[in-house]
């Protein structure tokens, strides 16, 4: 199993910005999908972003139009840039990479995970 490896997150008020970012530890092994997880508490961990080493993009839809996935050209880290965020987006985010990462059975490799806090 590769390890994922993030960094970014904590505590910022509604409206403002954060930035994740997750690098695989490994530089001779590529995924074809990598993105990012979240889950708050009592809640299902849920898909909030993905993106396959075509370069397809899908989030979820109460995520559209502020956050943006991006990955390197070596295909080994993958960023979330989070735009005017929302108390509700408040939730510990983990980085996933698999074939495919669009259900959590189907993920290969989690990273540690790392809370973002939306204060109100």
């Known amino acids: 199993q590769v390890q994922l490896v993030e960094s970014g997150g904590g505590l910022v008020q509604a409206g403002g910005s954060l930035r994740l970012s997750c690098a695989a530890a490994?530089?001779?092994?590529?995924?074809?999908?990598m993105g990012w997880y979240r889950q708050a508490p009592g809640k299902q961990r849920e898909l909030v972003a993905a993106?396959?080493?075509?370069?397809?993009?899908s989030y979820l839809d109460s995520v559209k139009g502020r956050f943006t996935i991006s990955r390197d050209g070596a295909k080994t880290t993958v960023d979330l840039q989070m735009n005017s965020l929302k108390p509700e987006d408040t939730a510990v985010y983990y980085c996933?990479?698999?074939?495919?990462?669009?259900?959590?059975?189907?993920?290969?490799?989690w990273g540690q995970g790392t809370q973002v806090t939306v204060s109100s």
């Open positions: 996933a990479a698999g074939d495919t990462i669009a259900t959590v059975t189907s993920v290969l490799s």
């Open positions: 993106i396959t080493s075509f370069g397809s993009t």
């Open positions: 490994s530089l001779f092994f590529r995924f074809n999908a």
